[in-house]
């Protein structure tokens, strides 16, 4: 059920220069629609003559918006410069300057969990406007480049949440984030992609989410280089950390038809990290449920503390390769992921 229309047109009278966009999604739990937001009156200013000698500057250009369940995801051609400010207490303004939108923006994506109502607009020549409208239940967090700097995230939270950067508690623990593979072992390789590109993306996306949380974060690797795997645990023992949690992309060698998600680990302190992380992988995603295994792999077996290897899809299969490597599709990933965690650690 999607509780959503989308239209679009000229809603303000600046002519040709005006590409206006509505999105519209009702919060989960909303009990009525937000009201429409008042146009903003705009007034056409004149335009300053431009310099003989400047240089031109670099303009971005806005490809796609998505909205996922933790916001909306703009995507860019190059990393955009952001500004943005409040217009009143429940409108939200970022505007992306040196910026314009692409004639064929890409239709969005709205899933049922998404948080707000979003307006798009090329406000003038070089600046792109984006007008978000939050339910009085919701609040807009900072937007952030996600590891690609092309993506800017605009989180929308729960205010029922507590601020995720208020919470203290959190700051004391450390997760080691491991990106399977990497540098000259390429891990499994189909269509042109890489296992170790994969894993370093989704880390990354998911060293995010938890670094806006307050958790503290390591990494095994955060660029293309081979780390082996007594390295990789020997990282835990030194940066003290308390969980360990590995991500690699599955292969089947004989088919391609396998997909979906399968969970390891070794010991049994690591068991309830397992289940907890398989049951929001699998809620979040609805891939199958290729199910927790009990497994002597090197990471999750040398660990001394509870440690996971999570095959968050299959390489081999073709629809979930594309998935895979789709930006939004990856942070379902990591959010369930960072879900999980927080379930696991006692945190809401
Ligand atoms: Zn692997």
């Known amino acids: 059920m999607k509780n959503w229309f989308g239209s679009q047109g000229n809603y303000w009278s600046l002519g040709a220069a005006i590409f206006a966009l509505w999105l519209w999604a009702l919060p989960v739990g909303a009990e009525e629609p937000m009201p429409m937001p008042t146009p903003i009156p705009t007034v056409e200013a004149p335009q300053p003559a431009p310099e003989p000698q400047a240089e031109p500057q670099p303009v971005s250009a806005v490809l796609s918006v ?8 703009f995507t860019f051609d190059r990393p955009p410069q952001l500004a943005t400010g409040w217009d009143n207490p429940n409108l939200f303004r970022l505007a992306f300057v040196a910026t314009r939108l692409a004639p064929d923006l890409a239709a969005p994506v709205l899933d049922d969990g998404a948080p707000a109502r979003l307006q798009l607009q090329q406000s003038d020549e070089r600046t792109v406007v984006a007008l ?28 029922a949440q507590p601020d995720p950067a208020a ?20 891990g499994a390789q189909r269509g042109g992609v890489d296992e170790k590109d994969l894993t370093l993306s989704l880390i990354q996306r998911l060293d995010t989410h938890l670094r806006r949380l307050n958790y ?10 081979f780390i082996p795997l007594a390295g990789r645990v020997s990282i835990t023992n030194d940066s003290q950390a308390q969980l360990f949690v590995s991500i690699h992309i599955n292969c089947s060698d004989g088919s391609s038809a396998p997909y979906g998600i399968e969970t390891y ?13 398989h049951r929001h992988l699998i809620a979040r995603t609805g891939k199958p449920d290729r199910r927790v295994h009990v497994r002597s792999l090197y990471v999750t077996h040398r660990n001394s503390v509870p440690a996971v290897l999570l095959e968050v899809g299959f390489i081999s299969n073709p629809a979930e390769r594309a998935q895979l490597r789709d930006p939004a599709y990856q942070e379902r990933l990591v959010e369930a992921i960072t879900s999980g965690l927080q379930e696991y650690l006692g945190q809401p």
């Open 66 to 73: 998505e909205a996922v369940s933790s916001g909306f995801i």
């Open 132 to 159: 978000v409208q939050v339910a009085p239940q919701m609040r807009i967090g900072d937007p952030q480049p996600l590891a690609d700097p092309r993506h800017i995230l605009l989180p929308v939270y729960p205010k």
């Open 167 to 186: 919470n203290q508690q959190t700051g004391t623990v450390r997760i080691v984030l491991d990106a399977g593979h990497g540098g000259y072992d390429p």
């Open 216 to 225: 503290q974060t390591t990494l095994t690797r955060s660029d293309d280089t």
């Open 265 to 277: 680990y070794t010991t049994p302190q690591s068991a309830r990290l397992a289940y907890t992380l």
